[in-house]
């Protein structure tokens, strides 16, 4: 079982940033961290939960929803067992609960939620214009 926890959120106007940080308990997960594929997710209110940035650092690979690119960059320290999102340049429509998950499955690896075995509890990031 994979314990994820989530910190960082907050509000800020548009154009700011944030730093979100997820933090993986080590010792729950027999895996090494650098082999889990790790995602970020967000959901606003009414709307489906969508797949934000990837990283599977075993092979070097990212991904960034459309939305995002340019300006979100997905990092993980695996000294710490933990996944950063940066987020810069943010807008309105970034306003969201950004939820960190994690894959035991190389194949779930992506922006897909379904594709996620573990959730963390969330953090909520408002960006006001």
């Known amino acids: 079982q994979v314990q994820l926890v989530e910190s960082g959120g907050g509000s800020v106007q548009a154009g700011g940033s944030l730093r979100l940080s997820c933090a993986a308990s080590e010792y729950t997960y027999s895996t090494p961290f650098y082999n889990t594929p790790m995602g970020w997710f967000r959901q606003a209110p009414g709307k489906e939960r969508e797949g934000v940035a990837a990283i599977y650092t075993r092979y070097g690979n990212t991904v960034y929803a459309d939305s995002v690119k340019g300006r979100f960059t997905i990092s993980q320290d695996n000294a710490k067992n933990t996944v950063y999102l940066q987020m810069n340049s943010l807008k309105p429509e970034d306003t969201a609960m950004y939820y960190c998950?994690?894959?035991?499955?190389?194949?779930?690896?992506?922006?897909?939620?379904?594709?996620?075995?573990?959730w963390g509890q969330g953090t909520q990031v408002t960006v006001s214009s």
């Open positions: 998950a994690a894959t035991k499955a190389a194949m779930g690896w992506g922006l897909l939620p379904s594709g996620y075995n573990y």
